[in-house]
């Protein structure tokens, strides 16, 4: 127990002395997640415009058309036929959460991470804090990995409960890929999800989406402390006239 | 009911198209008002910083030194004397919203504001939506105000609700003055406060504090329009190894 401490301790202080803080390191994130959910799918950046603010991170594009990854400054969008497409800088985006990747924290895992779960867990024991965001990219060769898309919508727009009833989902065995995505405090619940949210893309960009399971015999895992959160909210009507409810637990739904 | 609607729909739509979206116009805030609330008081931003980021705004000072209001670029601090003071730009502070304030909407009230409550509604009936921060800005002569501050903690920091049980308050008659503060959204309840946050600071420098009544005879209410919040969160230990409780119904008795 005492050794526990004095490792927490450790960690914290090394955290604190070594992965100093850098004023631009924080997660540029466009409207709510709480906005998506009520069906405001209009993009409102322009890819071109977000890579001025980071090269790696998670999102949709206009209409919820795709689920999208962002490495490496590239920005590539797995849409509901489960192909992997580029993405041309003129597209926009309604939702997005993205920094530029420093890795303040790298894991070398040599064991076998059977499931999303024990991902987690892996990933929770090395953050020094449940206070900021971070960024995550984890690459490795991947035994088993289940993903998600969503098809692109239509005006009047569903609720994104509503769409995700019908998602399709792709399953891929003995593949290499990179998974990125962020992990945020619960006192971020309010303008996106507490806790991790991570999308996959496989390095022959075959494969990608949503990641709903995972199945690893080995893995990097690379963490970015980020020391705030720069959110740009719409001006268009939609998202002026939407009642943003907050219900966690259909979120919950919506993303597993 | 017709017509009601008719003048919701012109809000919304005269909203849309005079008052653009400025790209700069967002909210600056420093830290979560759930750390305040857990005792993180250690400044951790200097004033002469924090007014590269706005002009006009609220907060509090290192140790949690009483009341801020920024008006015009200048930083005032109300202290437990419940006196006026100048600060100075090396003074820092562990909590603040401010913002480069813009007038995107104004209005001359003629009619007597007997209390809070009365001023919230008046205010509530000007936003053209509950889904965007704003920054508020509201002069003119009142006939009473009741305000208080907060006196300076020593290390080990007690919880904000231990302080804010023996708060100073203090009361004036007939004085000209100027409330600063924000309006944020529901869904920014985690790292601030939702709904309204207003300090008020006489014209003749005598008098201030953290707003708790008021009864203005007329009011000039000015609105700035905000389209995102630059959260920043400090790097120090004490914010990293605190938990953050987010315990709204305590913070509700603190505020007010």
């Excluded at 971070?134 to 060769?141: A, D, E, N, Q, R």
């Excluded at 990641?211 to 998202?239: C, H, N, R, V």
């Amino acid at each position: 127990m005492r050794r526990n401490i004095v490792c927490i301790l450790i960690v914290l202080l090394v955290g604190g002395i070594l992965f100093a803080q850098n004023k631009g390191d924080v997660i540029y994130q466009i409207s709510t997640l709480g906005a998506l959910q009520e069906g405001v799918y209009d993009g409102v950046e322009t890819i071109e415009n977000l890579l001025k603010y980071g090269d790696t991170g998670i999102g949709t594009f206009d209409g919820l058309d795709g689920e999208m990854i962002l490495l490496n400054g590239v920005c590539y969008q797995v849409k509901a036929d489960g192909k992997v497409y580029r993405v041309a800088k003129t597209v926009t985006t309604p939702f997005t959460a993205v920094s530029f990747f420093d890795t303040d924290q790298r894991l070398q895992v040599n064991e076998r991470i059977p499931n999303l779960s024990s991902l987690y867990d892996k990933i929770m024991s090395m953050l020094p804090t449940k206070n900021i965001p971070y960024l995550i990219k984890i690459t490795g060769p991947v035994s088993y990995v289940k993903t998600r898309s969503v098809p692109k919508q239509q005006k009047p727009y569903p609720r994104l409960v509503e769409v995700t009833k019908n998602q399709p989902t792709f399953e891929a065995n003995n593949i290499e890929g990179t998974l990125i995505g962020v992990w945020l405090p619960d006192y971020m619940a309010g303008v996106n999800m507490a806790g991790f949210h991570l999308h996959f893309l496989s390095k022959d960009l075959s494969f990608g989406g949503h990641l709903l399971e995972i199945d690893m015999s080995k893995a990097t895992i690379e963490i970015d402390y980020t020391y705030g959160l720069q959110l740009t909210l719409p001006s268009k009507s939609d998202f002026f006239t939407t009642v943003l409810k907050q219900d966690k637990e259909e979120l919950k739904k919506i993303e597993q």
